[in-house]
């Protein structure tokens, strides 16, 4: 069986299911498994040290269920790594299907989003689409919403060693006046299930300090509702891989208030870092980081605020973070995930990890 790589990922902008797709396709090409890239017209000509097939005329969802099928060959198998697939080809395709928030946190996306990615979801296995995700609480909350048995769903855990693959670039803490160990950390977009509001209260409590919170990331309108305008001393927008990294090296901590996660990326990310993270326990957050993190409640007693002023006040805690921290992520690679998602493919039926 040839692997047939549903390679739209290559035209859009790097979020976490692009960087998911990227990540995956690397470590598969470096397997040897026979993999096929097709792309709209739009991609680069390679990726993985992989030749990318351009195939139709189309963009976006028409070229992805009317051009896409068409490039498939008769002992090809297609895998979809972004949430969507084409309906028409059944059970000759497997898709990843990162969270059930469509179902679980409607007020994060637009309407017509929505819409299409929950018709889309009940329809794909139902059609004889394998369905996969990333997380055990995932494939429950999926399996609630789409009416499967949980075990019909796969799952294969992200990877995070990709922070520390480009040299820090420190020059970003200069251009915006941050100090090391001076400021806390938050990665998110402003959905409403990031909850970013929820860090209000640190504001004032780092700023009592002498610190600041510094905010990356950004939203794309086209998908989520602007729900949130968090008061942080710096919003950094965008930032590349090398800035995120010398962020998470240099902050006192992550400081992660979502309340719906279907894995957790920047978590893990500040993980292998060694940057301390300070997490609400939601979603599958908890599943991924283990004892590793500093637990507060994404609706409860329990504050970030409380949370961050024990790290500040127990000089041992922070350092404790840290080692438990890169423990922690060093069960989790990409060369794993790709290694276990080959395993779904090749079994009968999907299994648990």
């Excluded at 048995?149 to 796969?154: F, K, S």
């Excluded at 602007?226 to 891989?241: C, E, I, K, N, P």
């Excluded at 990294?245 to 500040?270: H, T």
């Excluded at 922690?328 to 999907?350: F, H, K, Q, V």
């Amino acid at each position: 069986m040839t692997l047939a790589i549903n390679a739209r990922f290559l035209t859009q902008k790097l979020s976490g299911v692009q960087r998911f797709s990227r990540e995956v396709v690397t470590a598969l090409a470096a397997t040897g498994t026979p993999l096929r890239l097709l792309a709209p017209r739009n991609a680069p000509a390679s990726f993985a040290g992989l030749p990318v097939e351009h195939i139709g005329r189309r963009a976006g969802q028409p070229w992805e269920q009317f051009d896409l099928p068409k490039a498939l060959g008769a002992g090809d198998h297609l895998l979809n790594l972004g949430n969507t697939a084409p309906l028409r080809l059944g059970a000759r395709q497997t898709v990843v299907v990162h969270d059930a928030g469509v179902f679980d946190t409607p007020e994060s996306y637009s309407f017509a989003f929505r819409a299409w990615y929950r018709a889309l979801h009940w329809a794909l296995p139902r059609r004889g689409t394998r369905i996969v995700t990333v997380s055990d609480f995932s494939r429950s909350r999926l399996a609630l919403h789409l009416g499967l048995p949980p075990a019909m769903i796969g799952v294969m855990p992200e990877g995070g060693e990709h922070a520390l693959r480009e040299p820090a670039e420190p020059g970003i803490l200069a251009r915006h006046g941050l100090a090391p160990q001076g400021y806390a950390l938050a990665v998110g977009t402003r959905a409403s299930h990031k909850n970013l509001d929820m860090l209000r209260e640190t504001v004032g409590l780092l700023g009592a300090r002498g610190l600041k919170l510094a905010v990356a990331g950004a939203a794309d309108a086209s998908v989520f509702r602007r729900a949130s305008d968090v008061d942080a001393t710096l919003a950094l927008g965008r930032v590349t891989d090398a800035e995120l990294r010398a962020l998470y090296e240099n902050a006192i901590c992550l400081l992660f208030p979502s309340r719906y996660e279907g894995f957790g990326l920047p978590p893990l990310e500040a993980m292998w870092c060694g940057c301390p993270v300070l997490a609400a326990s939601a979603g599958a957050v908890p599943e991924v980081c283990g004892d590793a993190a500093l637990w507060f409640d994404a609706n409860g007693p329990r504050s970030p605020a409380t949370a961050l002023a024990r790290l500040l006040d127990e000089p041992l805690l922070s350092e404790h973070l840290r080692s438990a921290g890169r423990a922690r992520a060093a069960t989790y690679s990409w060369s794993a995930a790709a290694e276990t998602l080959l395993g779904i493919l090749e079994s009968p039926g999907l299994e648990s990890r």
